[in-house]
């Protein structure tokens, strides 16, 4: 229990902060779920449409991991690596 103002404005920040934060992991657990879902549709059907879809939903997913990284929801390393591996996927499908 806070015992001054100092301390209730604390703890207020703090609560705002984990809002933040579980937005912007949640929403990129999602997202990425959601790209990954795209690539495996492409596999599955070679639908140019499919791989745009999966193009969107990549470049979406690299909007929210910078804002996340200049927001400090995230490590500028964790993001990159992140953004790496997902990259990386897209380019196993244009390379088949």
Same mark, same amino acid.
């Given at each position: 229990?806070?015992?001054?103002? @100092?301390?209730?404005?604390?703890? @207020?920040?703090?609560?705002?902060?984990?809002?933040?934060?579980?937005?912007?992991? /949640? *929403?990129?657990? =999602?997202? +990425?779920?959601?790209?990954?879902?795209?690539?495996?549709?492409?596999?599955? *059907?070679?639908?140019? +449409?499919?791989?745009?879809?999966?193009?969107? /939903?990549?470049? @979406? !997913?690299? /909007?929210? !991991?910078? $804002?996340? =990284? $200049?927001?400090?929801?995230?490590?500028?390393? =964790?993001?990159?690596?992140? $953004?790496?591996?997902?990259? +990386?996927? !897209?380019?196993?499908?244009?390379?088949?």
């Amino acid at each position: 229990m806070a015992n001054n103002k @100092s301390a209730e404005k604390r703890i @207020s920040i703090a609560k705002r902060n984990q809002r933040q934060n579980r937005f912007y992991k /949640s *929403s990129v657990r =999602t997202l +990425t779920k959601l790209y990954l879902k795209n690539i495996e549709l492409f596999k599955a *059907s070679q639908n140019p +449409t499919d791989k745009e879809k999966a193009k969107t /939903s990549l470049s @979406s !997913l690299y /909007s929210l !991991l910078d $804002k996340g =990284t $200049k927001r400090n929801v995230f490590h500028k390393n =964790t993001a990159a690596r992140k $953004k790496m591996k997902l990259a +990386t996927q !897209l380019k196993l499908i244009d390379s088949n």
